[in-house]
Nanobody, 118 residues
Framework: QVQLVESGGGLVQPGGSLRLSCVAS????????MGWYRQAPGKERELVAT???????NYADSVKGRFTISRDNAKNTVYLQMNSLKPEDTAVYYC????????????WGQGTQVTVSS
């Protein structure tokens, strides 16, 4: 099993920045991709960004150029730097992890709230 713990959410004004962190523990050796999904009220959970162990990246079109995902394998941590935040970025952000060879997440964090509002 793998445990994921997120931190870094909060309230920010439009145009502001936040940095989310997610620390993984447990059977880390089994994990390839890590990343972030988000779920806004009344909407389905959607992919935000993912990064594989060797650094291959994938972003949702809605966040390209504003969000940056990165990973420190030595610390078992994935980060999401969010800049130029918009009210439509408001959601609960979930860290996720995929086992090798798996196209969809196997493990989820508990979620952290990001609210963009003036």
């Amino acid at each position: 099993q793998v445990q994921l713990v997120e931190s870094g959410g909060g309230l920010v004004q439009p145009g502001g920045s936040l940095r989310l962190s997610c620390v993984a523990s447990g059977s880390i050796f089994s994990i390839d991709a890590m990343g972030w999904y988000r779920q806004a009220p009344g909407k389905e959970r959607e992919l935000v960004a993912t990064i594989t162990r060797i650094g291959s990246l994938n972003y949702a079109d809605s966040v390209k150029g504003r969000f940056t995902i990165s990973r420190d394998n030595a610390k078992n941590t994935v980060y999401l730097q969010m800049n130029s935040l918009k009210p439509e970025d408001t959601a609960v952000y979930y860290c996720n992890a995929n086992r090798y060879g798996r196209p969809t997440p196997d493990f989820w964090g508990q979620g952290t709230q990001v609210t963009v509002s003036s």
